[in-house]
């Protein structure tokens, strides 16, 4: 069975930091495309980060420059190093494999049951 | 403020048939992109519902449909059930390559 499970979220300070987990079973984390999507309290969704297979990573603006995806193919594991953390970043972080076809269909499954991170003082 | 536009709610009686739709734009839906569906119900993670404007993932059951005409998508579903009461997100793609979601449509059956 294909399954994604994060953890590593919890309750820190402002400018402080924390690193998300996700683990894949079923499937091969460094065979695929793999994202991190977030979802404030009571918001949508927001795309914050991928990883290709070639390993090349790509961030939303609102975290570039603070958070790092990245992954550990023997452990076959997800990663999210999240720095300077904020208030707004307050959110249910999901990990997702992204499904490609061709270059202009790419979309989420399947998604993991997601970690809270709370940033506040 | 979503680049991909949903109405932030609708609502139908079991057994009607709702869409809801996925307004983009010709830097994203209209340059080709494909768009697909999610539905999260309360509580739970995001799950997939259609994919590549108009196919369903096994499982899925056909009263769910998807289309995409020009800068816009849209998520049918007919013999609205109960169970169907969740919040739907469209999602695409733009020239960035950055994913882009709808800002989500919570479906209330009456």
């Known amino acids: 069975e294909v399954q994604l499970v994060e953890s590593g979220g919890g309750l820190v300070q402002p400018g402080g930091s924390l690193r998300l987990s996700c683990a894949a079973s079923g499937f091969t984390v460094s065979s695929n495309y793999m994202s991190w999507v977030r979802q404030a309290p009571g918001k949508g969704l927001e795309w914050v980060s991928v990883?290709?297979?070639?390993?090349?990573?790509y961030y939303a603006d609102s975290v570039k420059g603070r958070f790092t995806i990245s992954r550990h193919n023997s452990k076959n594991t997800l990663y999210l190093q999240m720095n300077s953390l904020r208030a707004e970043d307050t959110a249910v972080y999901y990990c997702?494999?992204?499904?490609?076809?061709?270059?202009?269909?790419?979309?989420?499954?399947?998604w993991g049951q997601g970690t809270l991170v709370t940033v506040s003082s | 403020q979503s680049v991909l536009t949903q109405p932030p709610s609708v609502s139908g009686a079991p057994g009607q048939r709702v869409t809801i739709s996925c307004t983009g734009s010709?830097?994203?839906?209209?340059?080709?992109?494909?768009v697909h569906w999610y539905q999260q119900l309360p509580g739970t993670a995001p799950k997939l519902l259609i994919y590549g404007n108009s196919n369903r993932p096994s499982g899925v059951p056909d009263r769910f449909s998807g289309s995409k005409s020009g800068t816009s998508a849209s998520l049918a579903i007919t013999g609205l059930q109960a169970e169907d009461e969740a919040d739907y997100y469209c999602q695409s793609y733009d020239s960035s390559l950055s994913a882009l979601f709808g800002g989500g449509t919570k479906l209330t059956v009456l």
């Open positions: 010709s830097s994203n839906i209209g340059a080709g992109y494909d």
């Open positions: 997702a494999r992204v499904m490609v076809r061709g270059l202009s269909s790419r979309w989420f499954d399947p």
């Open positions: 990883i290709y297979s070639g390993g090349s990573t």
